[in-house]
T-cell receptor, first 113, second 114 residues
Framework: EPEVTQTPSHQVTQMGQEVILRCVPISNHLYFYWYRQILGQKVEFLVSFYNNEISEKSEIFDDQFSVERPDGSNFTLKIRSTKLEDSAMYFC???????????FGPGTRLLVL | AQKVTQAQTEISVVEKEDVTLDCVYETRDTTYYLFWYKQPPSGELVFLIRRNSFDEQNEISGRYSWNFQKSTSSFNFTITASQVVDSAVYFCALSPGAGNKLTFGGGTRVLVKP
């Protein structure tokens, strides 16, 4: 069964460093999303992406964040200058044109020191 | 604005007991979608069920069943004859329309003891 994949599974970085989180959505899906979950808290929406542009973004998704679909398969989230409070699990999700359900990847656990 | 409330933070049961998870939502949209996701200890988010606002039929799928009541804005989820593998955090989520962002509840941790 097709699934969303994410790399790396874990990333440790120093405050102020740039990180890029990578996602490979399900192959025939055209809608992509990033969510984050701070440890022990609820899952929060960051951004949605369709047709090579951002459809919607949350207040969390400030100028330090950017998304890109650099090729036909990858979908990336970049945090330009990480802060301690960016430590969280980051989930990528994708959805097909014909179905409302978003399918999530296994997540990348980011720890900012 | 949308809101999803899961009042139960943690539920502990003994194996084979039934578990019902409550979910109450708020939305001004007339069309919306409701979901339940499971997050096992390994951390991933696993889709369980989806309901459209215009379909209040309640269903059973294996050991899972759900009760969608528009009149009370509730979308409750029941696990029948719970098993240890059901131990996880369960999230209720709401989307205002196809393709739109999911708003999650705070989650309910279910612990099934042998």
């Amino acid at each position: 069964e097709p699934e969303v994949t994410q790399t790396p599974s874990h990333q440790v970085t120093q405050m102020g460093q740039e990180v890029i989180l990578r996602c490979v959505p399900i192959s025939n899906h055209l809608y992509f999303y990033w969510y984050r979950q701070i440890l022990g808290q609820k899952v929060e929406f960051l951004v949605s992406f369709y047709n090579n542009e951002i459809s919607e973004k949350s207040e969390i998704f400030d100028d330090q964040f950017s998304v890109e679909r650099p090729d036909g398969s990858n979908f990336t989230l970049k945090i330009r200058s990480t802060k301690l409070e960016d430590s969280a699990m980051y989930f990528c999700a994708s959805r097909s044109t014909w179905q409302e359900t978003q399918y999530f990847g296994p997540g990348t656990r980011l720890l900012v020191l | 604005a949308q809101k999803v409330t899961q009042a139960q933070t943690e539920i502990s049961v003994v194996e084979k007991e039934d578990v019902t998870l409550d979910c109450v939502y708020e939305t001004r949209d007339t069309t919306y979608y409701l979901f339940w996701y499971k997050q096992p200890p390994s951390g991933e988010l696993v889709f369980l069920i989806r309901r459209n606002s215009f379909d209040e039929q309640n269903e059973i799928s294996g050991r899972y069943s759900w009760n969608f009541q528009k009149s009370t804005s509730s979308f409750n989820f029941t696990i029948t004859a719970s098993q240890v593998v059901d131990s996880a955090v369960y999230f209720c989520a709401l989307s205002p329309g196809a393709g739109n962002k999911l708003t999650f509840g705070g989650g309910t941790r279910v612990l099934v003891k042998p």
